[in-house]
């Protein structure tokens, strides 16, 4: 660990990542949803799994649940569940694109009962977030239309700012709330919050606790996401990451599979702004999908990603980097970045591990764990995440 410097190491050592429910249980395209052996069948099984993985990596402590895809009886007795396996409940994810109401919409929709409707819910999870001790309530909405003329884009952003406040105004004083982004899709002509632009005239005019939400998956190809990282934290507004891989549109594969240099950069924005540290208020979740590999070695992989992605930002030389930058000196400037880079962290990553009594390999520790294979044999009858229900 000898290249970081205690600081670098010790922020390293604080890094948390929020892992989402939904990640453990079967997902799929629109053509087929895959079963995979083992997959939780309940909220409890897949708190047990995110458990597993922060056993394992000592860096996933907290979960995102999606409200109804999580719903229980009693979300106390789910908190106490989560508690007990060493993991507490992150953001309440609302959800609401999946009910015959919301063809035209939710927050946005043209039908005032509708709008109603949709607020409700948020209303629900935030009763949700005061029993599961959530500080976070995450937003993102499938509102938009399909064709010019189908609705006035106009009316749509009044219809849903009234619908904002009045959800920001039900929140209790601990309780944030954070607005995702997505250019399009399940729309295909306008979306409603298209942009991180848009997302935050909205959070602006809600207050200070509204932030914005970046799911690295929700831009158009070859957009500078690590640019808008930095503008939101300039301006105190970047609540949470969404984090994923995408080659096409949104893909929600492994974060840090398609494009690691995109993530270092990323996370080098993050540590240029003294954003790391759990008090900077940037929560760094997950959001993807396994259809095809398996579920918790499929997260593990993640959190290994964002870990090395951000060990390696540690390891950028500040100093030489602003002397670079000052004389405008530009390949030094780059060589200096690319050095941190290219940069093998997963050593001094063992190391950490070791010293916190963790194993050196989480994944190898995982596939010799039996894990896997007690899950199989348990459960019978998994559910998928939601989508191909
Ligand atoms: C949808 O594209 C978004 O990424 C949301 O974060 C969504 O709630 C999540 O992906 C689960 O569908
Ligand atoms: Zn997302
Ligand atoms: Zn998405």
């Known amino acids: 660990m000898s290249d970081l410097s205690a600081e670098a190491l010790s922020l390293l050592q604080t890094q948390t990542i929020e892992l989402p429910s939904w990640a453990f249980g079967n997902s799929g395209t629109r053509f087929r949803v895959f079963t995979t052996a083992g997959v939780p069948r309940d909220p409890y099984e897949k708190i047990d799994d995110v458990a597993q993985v922060h056993r394992l990596t000592g860096v996933t402590p907290r979960v995102s649940l999606h409200i109804p895809w999580d719903r229980v009886e009693d979300y106390e007795a789910l908190r106490a569940h989560a508690e007990n396996q060493g993991v507490t409940i992150g953001t309440i994810n609302s959800n609401v694109f999946q009910d015959e109401d919301y063809k035209l919409g939710s927050l946005a929709n043209p039908d005032e009962r509708i709008r109603r409707k949709a607020v409700a819910h948020h209303l629900e999870c935030i009763d949700v977030m005061r029993a599961t001790g959530s500080p976070t ?45 997505k250019l399009f899709e399940p729309s295909f002509y306008h ?135 000052a004389s405008g000196d530009v390949l030094s400037a780059n060589a200096v970045l690319m050095d941190a880079y290219s940069t093998d962290v997963r050593p001094l990553l ?39 229900a």
């Open 137 to 181: 309530l995450k937003i993102w909405l499938a509102d938009g239309t399909n064709y010019p003329g189908q609705d006035s884009i106009r009316a749509r952003q009044d219809r849903l700012a009234e619908a904002l406040s009045e959800i920001y105004a039900a929140l209790d004083e601990d309780q944030q709330l954070v607005l995702e982004y």
């Open 191 to 325: 979306t409603d919050v298209p942009d991180w632009g848009t997302s935050l005239v909205h959070c602006l005019a809600l207050g200070e606790r509204a932030k914005v939400v970046l799911d690295t998956g929700h831009h158009a190809p070859g957009t500078n996401i690590e640019f808008i990282v930095a503008q939101l934290l300039r301006l105190g507004r970047l609540g949470a990451f969404d984090f994923n891989s995408r080659f096409y549109a949104d893909d929600d594969l492994i974060v840090g599979a398609a494009d690691p240099f995109q993530l270092f950069r990323i996370m080098h924005e993050i540590v240029s702004a003294g954003a790391l540290a759990p008090d900077s208020g940037v929560g760094f979740m997950l959001d993807q999908c396994h259809n095809l590999e398996e579920k918790i070695p499929g997260e593990i992989r993640s959190a290994l990603n964002v870990q090395e992605a951000t060990a390696k930002a540690l390891l950028v030389d500040r100093e030489a980097l602003a002397a670079a930058q």
């Open 350 to 388: 063992a190391e950490l591990r070791d010293s916190q009594g963790l194993a050196p390999d989480p994944m190898e520790a995982f596939l010799g764990s039996g894990y896997l294979e007690k899950i199989r044999a348990e459960r019978v009858g998994g559910t998928a995440a939601g989508w191909g």
